[in-house]
């Protein structure tokens, strides 16, 4: 199978995957289901993937990597803050309050003692990877004199996902709200923006 059709029918199965997640909660998700919704065979499942904590571990990397994506495109670039962060919080919005990151989420919350692999990949594919990039991206910002973040990055930072996110991340993973429509994750990315770069933004009009 040539590279590229081998990704796009990876992604398919992965899609599955978290479809049955979301249905079956990760105790009761089977390769096999998983396996004969793709149309696929059990023992490609365990060829690609391993086992099922490596299938959902690929899907969790796969969630990380978008967010990483934006990362390098923006926030490892010199793009000015009012450009870049609405990007990034966008992309960190749909990612964290789309399904699959909910699938995901619920499943390492409901697994951490019986399958504490899952958290740790959680962890580490997802803030442990994304927050060095972000706090690199503001400390240049403030070299650049485009902010001032007086008690440092870390807790700029924080600010910053804390206007982004609030308490729907948790709201999501309890059922209360839907997944955001694209309308509303590009109000909330640019309204977390407009706050920030009031806290810390150093232009005239920030």
């Known amino acids: 199978m ?4 081998r990704d796009r029918r990876r992604d398919e199965i992965l899609d599955l995957a978290v479809e ?12 096999l289901e998983i396996a004969k919704r793709a149309a696929a065979s059990k023992e490609t499942l365990y060829a690609w993937f391993g086992d099922k904590q ?3 571990e690929a899907v969790i990397q796969r969630n990380a990597e978008t967010v990483q994506g934006v990362l390098q495109g923006q926030l490892e670039s010199d793009a000015p803050p009012e450009e870049a962060l609405p990007e990034f919080g ?3 919005l749909a990612l964290l309050l789309g399904d699959s ?15 504490p692999r899952l958290a740790e990949t959680l962890a580490r594919a997802g803030r442990d990877a994304t927050l060095p990039a972000f706090l690199r991206y503001l400390e240049r910002q403030q070299e650049h ?3 001032a973040l007086d008690a440092g990055p870390e807790e700029a930072a924080e600010v910053y996902l804390g206007l982004l996110l609030g308490d729907r991340q948790v709201r999501r993973l309890l059922g209360r709200i839907p997944a955001p429509t694209k ?6 990315a640019a ?16």
């Open 20 to 31: 049955v997640l979301a249905e079956r909660g990760y105790r009761d998700a089977s390769m």
């Open 2 to 5: 040539k590279a590229a059709s």
């Open 145 to 147: 004199g485009l902010l």
């Open 90 to 92: 966008r992309a960190l």
């Open 183 to 188: 309308k509303e994750i590009d109000a909330r």
């Open 191 to 206: 309204t977390a923006t407009t706050y920030f770069l009031q806290l810390y933004g150093t232009s005239p009009g920030m």
């Open 54 to 56: 490596g299938l959902f």
């Open 101 to 115: 990151a909910v699938a995901i989420n619920r499943a390492a919350i409901a697994e951490v003692r019986a399958e």
